[in-house]
């Protein structure tokens, strides 16, 4: 998979500006501040539909502006064109109420399970590299932006399942309240259950399949800490729900842990791994990706590093750059910290 070309318009701090890209090795050196951050930010959303940066669209729009719009084109390996479209509003446009969110594939408005998941990318980024150090919420995040690409079903039980998941804990509260009965919730706990083994059973598949998956000089153990969902666990969980008004259990509960062989030993990387060890997990990790969406999509993804080079060593650097050789990849860097191994 190639992309060839994006266009920005109004979107963060790039009032209208065009790149063209090539196979292989794409590197943008520039400042900080300087906006490089919002290419590779841009590319993500085209293939996600998630940013790691913003929590709401209206972060994207450029000041003053009413609409950003980000497209891209790409080919895939034999050779076809897609052009993706995003746009973005503050809910009002030229005057009348619209989605905050617009799709667009080859100029046709789409849902967004069917235009995210088409470009495939592997993104990396500074954030991730607290991936070992910030709980079970980034590491979710992580998993379902790899299985969003590779399953148009889990995009959709994984939309379901928020949804069921907002609703219900509203109803928590409105039972405690004394503004709901018991048998308000029958039809959300179904979805819950239908929707939560969609997802159990899809992060069960890669986990299972990236414990397999030999380190670069380390030895891993990949567990998936799984919070089973039930009628009997709902049921269960039943008085603590309503203390909390939460729901507490379900795959939004889940974690991932994972393990570094020392000695005869197996030790969690996030407790006990030096800042060294978990950024080569993270490597590890983000490289089986590529793998993995190869495997399951029959397309290489295009690799995405956001300024993520002055953060890792020399071997970590080697390894991207390997990678980076088998498929197209797309770097940002600051200047002074331009890699030797890409003169």
């Known amino acids: 998979m190639i992309i060839t070309g994006l266009w920005l318009q109004h979107f963060r701090n790039i009032s209208d500006h065009t790149w063209s890209f090539e196979p292989g090795l794409n590197v943008f050196t520039a400042p900080n501040g300087s906006g490089k951050s919002n290419l590779i930010e841009s590319l993500a959303l085209l293939s996600t539909g998630q940013s790691w940066r913003a929590k709401q669209t209206d972060e994207l729009i450029e000041w003053d502006e009413e609409l950003a719009r980000v497209m891209a084109k790409f080919q895939d390996e034999k050779g076809d064109e897609t052009k993706l479209e995003q746009l973005f509003t503050h809910g009002i446009l030229q005057g009348k109420k619209t989605n905050k969110r617009l799709y667009r594939v080859n100029g046709v408005s789409r849902r967004a399970s069917d235009a995210t998941g088409q470009l495939l990318t592997v993104v990396f980024t500074p954030e991730d590299m607290e991936l070992f150090q910030s709980g079970g919420t980034a590491r979710r995040h992580l998993l379902d932006t790899l299985l969003d690409q590779v399953s148009i079903e889990y995009r959709r039980a994984r939309k379901n399942y928020d ?55 380390e030895e891993y153990q990949v567990e998936y800490d799984h919070s089973i969902i039930s009628e009997e666990r709902i049921k269960k969980y039943e008085r603590a729900e309503l203390s909390t008004g939460y729901t507490l259990v379900g795959p939004h509960k889940d974690d991932v842990i994972v393990r570094v062989k020392r000695g005869s030993e197996w030790r969690d990387i996030e407790r006990y791994g030096s800042r060294g060890e978990q950024r080569l997990a993270l490597a590890w990790w983000k490289l089986s990706e590529v793998q993995y969406i190869e495997q399951k999509r029959q397309e290489l993804p295009v690799l995405l590093l956001d300024d993520v080079f002055s953060e890792l060593d020399e071997m970590n650097q080697e390894l991207i750059q390997d990678a980076a050789t088998r498929s197209q990849a797309i770097i940002t860097t600051v200047e002074e910290g331009y890699p030797s191994l890409f003169e």
């Open 163 to 217: 949804k069921a998941l907002r609703r219900r804990n509203r109803l928590l509260r409105a039972l405690r309240e004394g503004e709901a009965q018991r048998q308000d919730f029958f039809y959300w706990d179904q979805l819950l259950i239908d929707n939560g083994e969609i997802l159990h059973q899809a992060r069960a598949e890669f986990l299972h399949w990236l414990d397999q998956q030999p380190g670069f000089k």
